[in-house]
């Protein structure tokens, strides 16, 4: 199955290493486009998967799904075509949508127990699984509850035992602290850390709160202009535009002036000068920093490179699409 293509899709692109793997891919409704030719490897791990409002997160999600098909390119997940893979693709995956649209009068520990029998586990295994999955997430008392009995936050909870409780391969979370305080959520994303690293679970967490994915992911995809336009460990990408941080033991009036000779953009708080690495590169960027300690006669005490913030990062690659 998994060498069968569909006649909307292109041949790939990627090596096929990622959990999701797209090339060129494209996606309209009606006359909106949504993807204009996106490109990415979503590697193993908890992955952040972030853009504006309308950048096609949940897009991407029902594709990965196999919920939409691309208008043209490539796609695999898990090395299947979502498309064509069916239940086959689908037992292997988890899925906690965005809204709050579950069976008010259904019991937490019968919903999750029927969406594992949906994903193809016998009934005496899918009632195990169930009770296993809502004790993990803290509910176990709370199992035979019904679903419109619990807060916010319980059911976000209900949520996520009914998308790991058939034991999937790949995770997807859409915004799964929306709606909680911030002790819900700080005990929501420790929650979901844990079930990646403890349990082998791949994760694709879908939020707008940049915090939130800094804390928890290991890797991080973000979407503008209907394409990648960052993508990697975060760790990486933070690290290569981060520029360098100088503690300096005199003359930061100096230093700061022969950098700025330099061509290279630089800012002081008091011994510390902040430089940045718009115009050069790491290597060049440091022979810069050396000669304009000579020339100012601004012994260097330290030497760090310094990392942006996802919020830094976030906001360069989402501006340089617009």
Known sequence: MGDRFCPWQAEPMTDGSGIIDAAGVTKSWGATSVFSG???????????????NGAGKTTLLGMVLGLHRPTSGHIRVLGENPSIAGPELRQRIGYSPEHHDLPQD???????R?????????????????????????????????????????????????AIAHDPDLVLLDEPTDGLDPV????M??????????????????????????????????????RTVAAGPIDELRAGGGGMTVDVIDNVDAMLAALT??????????ERIQVASDTLDPAA?????????????????????AEQSLEDLFLENIGATT
């Open 189 to 226: 994303l420790a929650l979901i850390r844990r079930i990646g690293s403890e349990y082998g679970i791949d994760i694709v967490l879908s939020s707008h709160l940049l915090e939130e994915v800094e804390r928890i992911a290991d890797n991080v995809v973000i979407l503008a202009g209907g």
């Open 261 to 270: 000779s330099r061509g290279v953009q630089a800012r002081a708080e008091r």
């Open 106 to 112: 259904m019991a937490a520990q019968d919903l999750v």
């Open 38 to 52: 996106l490109d990415v490897s979503v590697r193993p791990g908890v992955t952040g998967l972030l853009g504006s």
């Open 114 to 162: 029927h969406i594992a029998e949906v994903h193809g586990l016998p009934r005496r295994e899918a009632t195990t699984r169930s009770s296993d999955a809502l004790w993990l997430v803290g509910l176990g008392e709370e199992r035979a509850r019904p679903v419109g009995t619990m807060s916010t936050g319980q059911r976000q909870r209900v949520k996520l035992a009914q």
């Open 285 to 305: 960027l440091a022979l810069a920093v050396r000669d304009a300690s000579v020339v100012a006669d601004a012994p260097i005490r330290r030497l760090t490179s």
């Open 184 to 187: 819900q959520r700080d005990d």
